[in-house]
C-alpha cells in the first residue's frame, strides 16, 4: 500500500524550530518529486516547498524563503521539512505529497494525513 | 502569482442532484488544472488532473471541464460521501497555487 506519513509537528514558540518527518512506503521513494503543502486552521491548502528526486532542486512558496528548508534522504525513504524562525502564521496542518510522475505535471497524487504545528507563546 | 478564483464558497445540495462547482484563474494556466476532494480532518485526495482526466478510483460521476482560465467540476448525481470541501489547483506556473475552496453541504 502507497503511504505516506508525517510526523514532528508540536508546539513550539515563535523565533523557534521543528523539523517536520515524511516516511515514504509502497512505492520507490527516489523516483518521485515530493511537495509540502500546509493548511492553516479553518484555511484552505498552500503549497509550501518542492524538491526534485535527488534532493538538489529545491522550490519554495514567498513566505518561507529564506526559513525553511526541504530535503530527503533516499535510503530512508524519508522527506523533511526544516522550519526555523517560525511565526503564528506558520501554524497549519501540514501535508507531504507525491507528485505525479508525468514529467512537469505538477499536481500531488498521493497524500500524507498531515502532523500539526502550533507556533504560540 | 497566479490567483485561483472557486465558487460559490458553498453549495447546499441534496442528495442526487447534480452539481457544478467554478474554478477561475487570474491567467491561462491551459489544462494545468487539478481537483481534490477534501473530508474534515483528512488529507485531500485527487479527483482530476489535467482539467478533465479522471485519477485513479475517481467514480464516473465526478467529471471536468474547461481551459485556459475558466474549469469546472461536475458531480452529477450527489451521493452521501460527496458533501466535502474542493479545491482547484494550477501547476502551469511557480509557485503552484490553490482555489480557496468550494464546501458542498447537505441541503
Known amino acids: 500500500e502507497v503511504q505516506l506519513v508525517e510526523s514532528g509537528g508540536g508546539l513550539v514558540q515563535p523565533g523557534g524550530s521543528l523539523r517536520l518527518s515524511c516516511s515514504a512506503s509502497g512505492f520507490t521513494f527516489s523516483r518521485y518529486w515530493m511537495h509540502w503543502v500546509r493548511q492553516a486552521p479553518g484555511k484552505g491548502l498552500v503549497w509550501v516547498s518542492r524538491?526534485?528526486?535527488?534532493?538538489?532542486?529545491?522550490r519554495y512558496a514567498d513566505s518561507v524563503k529564506g526559513r525553511f528548508t526541504i530535503s530527503r534522504d533516499n535510503a530512508e525513504k524519508t522527506l523533511y521539512l526544516q522550519m526555523n524562525s517560525l511565526r503564528a502564521e506558520d501554524t497549519a496542518v501540514y501535508f507531504c505529497a507525491r507528485e505525479s510522475d508525468i514529467p512537469s505535471n505538477y499536481y500531488m497524487g498521493v497524500w500524507g494525513k498531515g502532523t500539526t504545528v502550533t507556533v504560540s507563546s | 502569482e497566479i490567483v485561483m478564483t472557486q465558487s460559490p464558497a458553498t453549495l447546499s445540495v441534496s442528495p442526487g442532484e447534480r452539481v457544478t462547482l467554478s474554478c477561475r484563474a487570474s491567467q491561462s494556466v491551459s489544462s494545468n488544472l487539478a481537483w481534490y476532494q477534501q473530508n474534515p480532518g483528512q488529507a485531500p485526495r485527487l479527483l482530476i488532473y489535467g482539467a478533465s482526466t479522471r485519477a485513479s478510483g475517481t467514480p464516473a460521476r465526478f467529471s471536468g471541464s474547461g481551459s485556459g482560465t475558466e474549469f469546472t467540476l461536475t458531480i452529477s448525481s450527489l451521493q452521501s460521501e460527496d458533501f466535502a470541501v474542493y479545491y482547484c489547483q494550477q501547476y502551469s506556473n511557480w509557485p503552484l497555487t490553490f482555489g480557496g475552496g468550494t464546501t458542498v453541504e447537505i441541503k
Open positions: 524538491i526534485d528526486r535527488d534532493g538538489t532542486t529545491t
